[in-house]
């Protein structure tokens, strides 16, 4: 969690463009590296930010998403390139998951990265503290 001043504006997106937005968090990211076995196949490693903190700048209309199992995590992807730069994660609803590499402007000074257990997902969400990443 980040204070307000510690704060910069991230601009990202999917490959083709047509997905963008901006997102308000600290230069150096803390990067989530889950076991699960969605973010397995996709390598999916990414920082939390509350909701309040994420804008979509556009395109709304050629998001598409995914979901399984429980149905509360939502992969959302472009439907034009297919590129997951940001999804609401299972841990984390009140918040989005943001990929790093899809960040197009170079406001990430930093990046600490830490392994989280998906694979016993229940142990790990409460141990973990995740939950606070997408707290005000």
């Known amino acids: 969690m980040a204070s307000e001043q510690n704060l910069v504006k991230h601009l990202g997106g999917c490959h083709c463009g047509t997905v963008q937005y901006e997102v308000m968090a600290p230069s150096k990211v803390m990067i989530f590296d889950c076991?699960?076995?969605?973010?397995t196949k996709k390598q999916n490693k990414h920082f939390i930010v509350p909701q309040s903190r994420f804008k979509l700048l556009k395109?709304?209309?050629?998001i598409t998403t995914?979901?399984?199992?429980?149905?509360?995590?939502?992969h959302t992807f472009?439907?034009?390139?297919?590129?997951?730069?940001?999804?609401?994660?299972?841990?984390?609803?009140d918040g989005y998951g943001i990929m790093p590499h899809c960040i197009?402007?170079?406001?990430?000074?930093?990046?600490?990265?830490t392994q989280y257990d998906g694979q016993n997902w229940e142990k790990s969400l409460e141990a973990s503290g995740i939950s606070k990443y997408s707290k005000e």
């Open 35 to 39: 076991n699960c076995s969605i973010c």
């Open 59 to 62: 395109g709304a209309d050629s």
């Open 66 to 74: 995914y979901t399984f199992n429980t149905h509360k995590a939502k």
């Open 78 to 93: 472009c439907k034009i390139c297919g590129v997951q730069s940001f999804y609401q994660p299972r841990s984390n609803q």
């Open 104 to 113: 197009d402007s170079n406001t990430i000074t930093g990046m600490e990265r």
